[in-house]
């Protein structure tokens, strides 16, 4: 189960990925109808980035050759720049916008050392998933700040309850026992809580 739901969040992060990509390239072909003159420059710096590799490659500029090649390209991201400026485009406005900015709708991020670690929206995404299975939606309403020890009887009957104190005090430690596991929830020494109790209990 754990994995087809991975998997099921994976297809719709494609698609979230998919989608930013043929929007941003639906802005750029908008924004290049409206302004002709930035694909000239695109296409442009495009040129030099392939001319640039080749020289790279095969050695075939001199010092001065290559510096003229980098004031053109720095003249082109001006141009590029005072364009955006002049009709008050946003800077990443050609750029995806994906939902999640850290793993660009991917669902993981890669570090310096090409270590792969899930992003925490997917986390997220898992967790809310497996929140929403274990029926306790109503979390905000039923937490320990409205929790109410007056609906437990403070009468002591060993005889009915099987304790030598009232069920309120009883419920009262309970609930200072599970603060306390929350508390020390991320302690490895710390030990589990376990309920039990006759089918239906709440």
Known sequence: MANELLNSLLKEYEQKKLNAELEAERRKDDLYKKVPRLREIEDELNSFAIRTAKNILNSGNSLEEQEELKRKVNTLKQQKEDIFREFNIPSNYLKPHYECSICNDTGYITDSNYKTTMCSCLKQKLLDYSFNKSNMSNLDKENFSTFNPNIFSDEVDVAKYRFN?????????????????????????YKNLLFTGYAGLR
């Open 165 to 189: 104190i009232s069920p309120r005090k009883n419920i009262l430690n309970i609930k200072d026992k599970c603060i306390e596991f929350i508390e020390n929830f991320d302690n490895p020494n």
